[in-house]
């Protein structure tokens, strides 16, 4: 359980520090504090017990199928981490409070940087890579709102964004990774992944995985090729950098290579990977260390350079060397941390952080001198100091690799050459800040900083004094049980002392630190070289990189959709042939092995006249009126085919959409221009007919191929079952409503919300009104004509005793509610038809919206109803009743189902059509002419 | 019989799409509906054409058609009208809104190439 509460507290204390307010400042300082000093105690407890070799572990099932466990544990290696989080991070709030100005929002930066610290927390503390990865993410996401936190200004902005593309990028990277881990494994979990390092250099995707993992790691901390994003991320307010770009996020990378250590090393791959990125890494980050000219860009490039050594050492399948990275991991928070917070001191006290600038601050702030000094002593190796220890400890492993074979000598010689641009890098940051004459063009006089703004470096000072003075006693024990966290076998026995007697590492750090002070001496023919170089800002490189790529996505959205509709329903059409032709070239011939039925001559006729009308309709287009005509013929033509084929249901229902369609058309063209301009050029014109024809041709083909072989249809099963299950003879009808209930549910719902959407299209409708038709003739003045009234009138009983009989028998004969309900909407039209919008609103005085959307109430009700009876949705149940005079009734839940149709299509059609009636009455025009 | 069927589906199916890759909104609505037309008679064929087929199931009856389409091809007569409302209407309010029934909500075919 206190597992939980270190990663825990600090996500509470994210949300402390809100409650407090900006301007009381203590207040939300140690409201922030309170939190993670809580968690550091109850690890400080917990401390003894993982020395003595006890791992505490927790897990709780969350996403079982996923084989993500909220899995905790706290081992060696956690437990180092977890010191350092919440050590430094403690020592960060304090610095913290002092370095942010008045107008910095105090509360939200404390809220951030909790937010970060829960998820590093996370990630050492994870006992699931699939956990890890979700906290790894999160530190991407934290760290990217706070190097963006002064988010007024563009430097920070686009860091940030550089961060978050690089690391977020990596991290997609890690999470492939594992999924490879995991397959091969057949686990997520922590414990079982680690224990399965045969299973996993034996499997073939051990390289991939590898390599995705390492990509992970190498961008969080920013390995070459991906160190770019980090002297960026320096925009950061420094509390950020000290914390997060030094000593904890960009060492999550080198953790995870520590973690994973029992499981993916050992092998050549990794030997030669991740040693020699590290190796490149050291020196390619010390180099620009000692020639950039920003006190936090040098810092920036050492951190570099100090995480690409931990990086070698872990690479160098040697438990010793394991465990001097993780020694140096300690170090170097410890000194890093330090000399980041005393960056930020001057650059708060001077206003700059340009070394240029900056002189012989010492007679100004004499304790941060001395504590910039001793840290930058570490960081150079210089003996009696924590610094000192790993790197040597580095300098002797490096001796005895076996990397490059008979090359390996060159090892150790890139690595002096690393540590001597060490020490030079570190004496240029102290002797040209601190010492070597007067300040000049400082934009303030500089002071010493307030010493609750010292004391934090003060302590770190104290630290690595403390560990350079003392090793064994301070940090033998959690160094040994950290390394056998990350080692499959026991650490090896630990001796940390400052003196080994005359050896050689004792001789590479003595060259390391007299070659240090040469190379700082004659610094200035370096930096005359360096000049020759074109400099290169990766961040304009980044940022042309971002915007090459918006502006080639750009190209594609504007090539692919210009917004002409015309455009998107060529591409539609020309994949739809090239899918659909393709399969048809696949078979070998057109014609199946069906026999052909026999065409008689009225079915010829039928054929000819559909085409005949088809044709019409296209060719006749320009002249709407006529156009819409020959569609009607094609409608009926299409009602004549369904009743010839033995569909008696569809043959009704084409019928009566065919009447609603064309008053629908007729209504709108009377809002539309009658006629259609001539405007498509001849090229078009070639183009489309092509296309149709191309596109009738494969349709055609198609449809003679399938009609021409046998089918093996599931319809079967429909007709077998119809009357027993679904209690009805009608087996189309009993399909719409039982079998296949859930569909019909489906498409009544979308006829609702299309009536439903029609409504609010036409309200408020700017409508262009003629008075007069195409040719100038103005619309008959007559009232509505006298006969279609009287017969409409006596009609409509009729009508509605018909729909009702069709609704009733639907079940069992062709009917049913969707027949039912497009003729009573049929009816209802006609008598707005023959009398007029304002007769029939009188009389007709209901709403249509209700109508269709309790028919859709009523279907789902009768759906849910099914449940209440421990069956499935939309189970129906049928059963026979007598009814006196009427005699034996079957009746079926079906019924009610589609009683919700009947409803549903009466209120959908006569919202669309009384609605788009209603308009023409309104405002009918007078006789204005049409404005268009 | 089969090949009539099928041609008078190609021909349907030609003469929808010609008209829906027309510029103005009306003819494009006419060629929607003509084409779904096509697109109905060609999934109600995929039952198969059955001449004298028995709507219902009774005892005496010989051969069925098959309900499967038919009953897709129903629903679709009914979605195909909402549809053709739909668009239809939203063409009204285009030309109340932009002042012209042309797709593109111009008058020209290509418009954002022609505009810069």
């Known amino acids: ?159 940030a964004r550089m961060a978050l593309a690089v690391t977020g990028m990596g991290g997609l990277a890690l999470l492939a990774g594992f999924i490879l881990i995991g397959q091969i494994v057949g686990s997520f979990d922590m414990q079982t992944v680690l224990d399965s390092r045969d299973v996993i250099l034996a499997d073939p995707r051990y390289l991939p995985a590898l ?75 010390a180099y620009f260390a000692l020639i950039k000219l920003d006190l936090k860009a040098i810092l920036a490039y050492s951190t570099v350079s100090h995480l690409g050594l931990i990086t070698m050492l872990f690479g160098l399948n040697s438990q010793m060397a394991v465990v001097a990275g993780l020694f140096h991991i300690l170090n170097h928070a410890t000194f890093k941390a330090a000399l980041f917070m005393t960056a930020g001191i001057v650059d708060h006290e001077c206003g700059t952080r340009d070394i240029r600038k900056l002189k012989g601050l010492w007679r100004y702030m004499p304790m941060t001198t001395a504590l910039a000094t001793i840290t930058a002593a570490s960081m150079a190796g210089f003996p009696l100091l924590n610094g000192f220890l790993s790197k040597e400890m580095m300098l002797a492993e490096t001796l005895e690799t076996p990397l490059l074979g008979g090359l390996a000598w060159l090892i150790p010689v890139l690595a002096t050459i690393g540590s001597i641009l060490a020490a030079a890098y570190s004496l240029r940051y102290v002797r040209n800040t601190f010492f070597d004459g007067k300040p000049r063009e400082l934009e303030k006089t500089p002071h010493e900083a307030s010493f609750p703004m010292r004391l934090p470096v003060l302590v770190l000072a104290i630290v690595c004094i403390i560990i350079g003075l003392f090793p064994a006693f301070s940090a033998t024990g959690i160094l040994t049980t950290a ?156 009602s004549l085919a369904f009743a010839r084929f033995s569909a008696p249901d569809l043959a009704l229902t084409q019928l009566a959409v065919e009447v609603v369609t064309v008053i629908l058309l007729m209504l709108a063209l009377f809002f539309l221009p009658q006629k259609t301009p001539k405007e498509s050029s001849a090229s078009r014109i070639v183009r489309d007919v092509l296309l149709a024809a191309g596109f009738g041709g494969v349709v055609a083909s198609l449809n003679y191929a399938l009609l021409t072989r046998p089918l093996n249809s599931i319809s079967d099963y429909f007709l077998e079952h119809s009357v027993s299950g679904g209690g009805g003879h009608n087996v189309v009808n009993v399909i719409l409503v039982d079998f296949r209930g859930f569909d019909t549910l489906g498409e009544i719902t979308v006829l609702c919300i299309a009536g439903i959407g029609i409504y609010k299209l036409l309200s408020r409708l700017r409508l262009f009104m003629p008075s007069s038709d ?159 | 019989m089969e090949a009539l069927f099928a041609t008078t589906t190609g021909i349907l199916a030609a003469s929808g799409l010609y008209l829906a890759l027309r510029g103005r909104t009306f003819p494009v609505v006419v060629g929607l509906t003509l084409l779904s037309y096509a697109v109905n008679l060609f999934l109600f064929s995929t039952g198969g054409l059955t001449t004298d087929g028995a709507a219902v199931i009774s005892d005496g009856a010989g051969q069925y058609a098959d309900p499967l389409p038919q009953a897709l091809v129903l629903t679709a007569i009914v979605i195909g009208f909402a549809m053709t409302a739909f668009s239809v209407i939203l063409a009204m309010r285009v030309r109340g809104d932009v002042g012209s029934d042309h797709v593109n909500g111009n008058r020209v075919d290509e418009p954002r190439e022609d505009k810069s």
């Open chain 1, 211 to 285: 390599l995705l993992v390492l990509l992970g790691a190498f961008t969080k901390s920013a390995q070459f090729p991906f160190q770019f994003w980090l002297p960026q991320a320096m925009a950061a307010p420094t509390p950020v950098s000290a914390f997060l770009h030094s000593a904890t996020m960009v060492k999550a990378g080198v953790f995870l290579l520590a973690r994973l250590h029992p499981a993916l090393a050992g092998s050549q791959e990794w030997l030669y990977l991740v040693s020699l990125t590290g190796l490149v890494t050291m020196l390619f980050g």
């Open chain 1, 483 to 638: 390394a056998d966290a990350a080692l499959t076998m026991p650490a090896p026995e630990l001796h940390l002392s400052i003196w080994h007697g005359f050896n050689l590492p004792l001789l590479m750090s003595a060259i390391a630190l007299i070659g240090g002070f040469m190379v700082y001496v004659l610094r200035q023919h370096l930096f005359t070289f360096h000049r020759q170089f074109p400099s290169r800002n990766s961040l304009a490189i980044f940022e042309g990189a971002v915007q090459r790529l918006v502006r080639f996505t750009q190209w594609g959205i504007d090539t692919l959709e210009n917004g002409s509709l015309q455009r998107y329903m060529l591409w539609v059409v020309i994949s739809a042939l090239a899918v659909s032709g393709m399969s048809l070239m696949g078979i070998e011939t057109l014609k199946g092995e069906l026999a052909v039925q026999k065409a008689d001559p009225l079915l010829i006729v039928g054929a000819a006249i559909t085409c005949f009308a088809g044709l019409a309709t296209a060719f006749l287009h320009r002249r709407r009126l006529i156009s819409l005509i020959m569609l009607s013929v094609v409608g009926l033509m299409a």
């Open chain 1, 774 to 932: 195409s040719e100038g003739r103005p619309w008959s003045p007559d009232r509505y004509p006298m006969i279609l009234a009287s017969v409409s009138q006596s009609l409509l009983p009729m009508a509605l005793l018909v729909s009702v009989f069709i609704f009733l028998r639907g079940h069992n004969a062709p009917g049913g509610g969707f027949i039912a309900g497009l003729v009573t909407a049929v009816a209802l039209i006609l008598m707005y038809i023959a009398h007029g919008v304002e007769w029939a609103q009188q009389r007709l005085s209901f709403q249509y919206q209700p109508i269709a959307v309790s028919g859709v109430a009523i279907a789902t009700l009768t759906g849910v109803g099914s449940w209440a009876f421990g069956y499935p949705f939309l189970t129906s149940a049928f059963g026979h009743f007598h009814i006196p005079l009427i005699g034996d009734v079957e009746l079926a839940t079906a019924m009610l189902f589609d009683l919700g149709v009947y409803l549903t299509v009466v209120g959908a059609t006569l919202m669309i059509l009384a609605n788009l009636g209603k308009v023409t009455t309104s405002h009918r025009p007078s006789k204005q002419k049409e404005k268009a």
């Open chain 1, 1 to 159: 359980m206190s597992l939980l509460l270190i990663v825990l507290l600090p996500l509470l204390g994210s949300l402390l520090p809100l409650l407090s307010s900006n301007q009381r400042r203590h207040q939300c300082a140690l409201l922030t504090a309170a939190m993670p000093l809580i968690a550091l105690l109850v690890t400080l407890r917990e401390t003894p017990g993982v020395l003595a070799g006890e791992v505490p572990r927790l897990a709780f099932s969350w996403v079982p199928a996923l084989g993500l466990d909220l899995a905790l544990r706290l081992d060696g290696l956690s437990l180092l981490f977890v010191l350092l989080i919440l050590g430094i991070g403690l020592l960060i709030i304090l610095y913290a409070r002092h370095y942010l100005a008045e107008a910095d929002n105090m509360p939200r930066f404390y809220a951030y940087l909790m937010l970060f610290m829960t998820s590093m927390l996370g990630i050492v503390m994870a006992d699931n890579l699939i956990l890890l990865w979700m906290f790894w993410e999160l530190t991407s996401l934290s760290s990217f709102l706070l190097i963006g936190f002064w988010s007024h200004q563009s430097a920070p902005r686009k860091g």
